[in-house]
């Protein structure tokens, strides 16, 4: 029998500019890849919480008013990680064009670049759990 996976909760916000309507992407700094800024909820946080701390952690922006768009778990939603650890994703995702601050990488390097893009011109070096939340999101293909 497999080893079971880990249950993580997660948020994560799909940040919009509001005069182009680009989408705001992080670059990771453990895998390379593409995706939504965001990550697991801390103990006694809510899923707007956690949501409104990763964004300012990994860009520097304060989300004003956000909206859930959208909560997720099934099979698809397995992250692996570069470090061989594997965990099943319960989460949501809120978006924004309302943010304050200017947009930074991380000091920790979680962060190793944060890039504006068209919807219809995304990156193809999206992580694919970031690219199903994306296409639910109604963004991309």
């Given at each position: 029998?497999?080893?079971?996976?880990?249950?993580l909760v997660?948020?994560g916000?799909?940040?919009?500019?509001?005069?182009?309507?680009s989408?705001?992407l992080?670059?990771?700094?453990?895998?390379?890849t593409?995706?939504?800024?965001g990550?697991?909820?801390?103990?006694?946080?809510?899923?707007?919480?956690?949501?409104r701390?990763?964004?300012?952690?990994?860009?520097?922006?304060?989300?004003?008013?956000?909206?859930?768009?959208?909560?997720y778990?099934?099979?698809?939603f397995v992250?692996?990680?570069p470090?061989?650890f594997?965990?099943?994703?319960?989460?949501?995702?809120?978006?924004?064009?309302?943010?304050t601050?200017?947009i930074?990488?991380?000091a920790?390097?979680?962060?190793?670049?944060?890039?504006?893009?068209?919807?219809?011109?995304?990156?193809s070096?999206i992580?694919p759990y970031?690219r199903?939340?994306?296409r639910?999101?109604?963004?991309g293909?």
């Amino acid at each position: 029998m497999p080893n079971p996976l880990d249950v993580l909760v997660a948020a994560g916000v799909l940040v919009r500019d509001p005069a182009t309507g680009s989408v705001l992407l992080q670059l990771r700094g453990d895998n390379a890849t593409w995706g939504l800024p965001g990550g697991r909820l801390e103990p006694g946080e809510t899923l707007e919480q956690a949501a409104r701390r990763e964004l300012l952690e990994e860009t520097g922006l304060t989300a004003g008013e956000m909206t859930r768009i959208d909560v997720y778990s099934g099979p698809e939603f397995v992250v692996r990680y570069p470090d061989g650890f594997a965990a099943y994703v319960v989460g949501a995702t809120f978006e924004t064009a309302d943010f304050t601050g200017t947009i930074g990488t991380d000091a920790d390097g979680e962060s190793a670049a944060l890039e504006w893009f068209d919807p219809s011109d995304l990156p193809s070096e999206i992580n694919p759990y970031n690219r199903l939340l994306l296409r639910r999101a109604g963004v991309g293909h």
